[in-house]
């Protein structure tokens, strides 16, 4: 489903000098891809680069289910079946003020939109659909998501993106701050996923989590 080749990501105080070098991936349908490594290694700055986020900084090459595509920016990665829950769920991943229903809708709204307006029903009925798939533990889908757990602020970060209809989804430390339980429900998620044909890469720093999850691992060391 997605296959990396040569992939650089140059420094950005330090010209001459490489965040990411020359990284190669193939993350397989229906796959768990697990990609461990301690804090500095570079694997959020993998996925981001992935993702579409240092253009300007990147050399790679990218296949997206076989085709070769150019991913310059996070919305050619969505064009292209790419989904992105990042490490930081609540400054990069969601809305604080808003509710569930629009935190849901943002990264596919124009599916939605009909004559410059939104289809409010159509809308509501994915969400409502979402929310019941990820068992999203919330009074209703108005409850603003800052108010929720961080379990439950994850599940809504992945209907989000499922939303989108991804054919690859990366999840950068989703486990992270959450407790036991939500751990068991986004492992079993990850399975999910995984076994109706995507393709998920995880990217941890617990290597138990790793081991137990992932089909296959890559470890990374300061950017290899």
């Known amino acids: 489903m997605l296959h990396v080749e ?8 330090r010209p001459g000098d490489f ?3 020359d990284i190669s991936l193939t993350a397989n349908r229906g796959e768990v891809l697990g990609i461990f490594g301690l804090m500095g290694a570079g694997r959020t700055e993998l996925l981001e680069t992935i993702f579409g986020l240092h253009p300007k900084a990147t050399t790679t090459a990218f296949e997206v289910n076989g085709r070769p595509e150019t991913i310059a920016s996070p919305n050619q990665a969505i064009r292209h079946g790419l989904a992105l829950a990042p490490e930081d769920r609540k400054s990069e991943g969601l809305v604080l003020g808003m509710s569930v229903a629009e935190n849901t809708s943002l990264a596919c709204l124009p599916r939605f939109e009909r004559f410059g307006f939104i289809d409010e ?3 509501r009925q994915m969400v409502e659909g979402s ?5 999203v533990k919330t009074p209703s889908i108005e409850q603003k998501v800052r108010n929720l757990s961080g379990g439950n602020q994850q599940k809504v970060i992945l209907g989000k993106w499922l939303a989108t209809q991804p054919k690859v989804v990366l999840l950068d430390e989703p486990t992270r701050g959450i407790d036991v339980q939500a751990k068991e429900e986004i492992y079993a998620l990850v399975h999910e996923l995984s076994d109706s044909g995507l393709a998920v890469i995880v990217v941890s720093s617990e290597l138990p989590e790793i081991l137990a999850i992932a089909d296959r691992i890559m470890v990374m060391c300061e950017g290899r």
């Open 6 to 13: 040569g992939l650089s990501l140059a420094h950005p105080e």
């Open 19 to 21: 965040l990411l070098q």
């Open 121 to 123: 029903a159509a809308e």
């Open 131 to 135: 929310v019941g798939r990820f068992r």
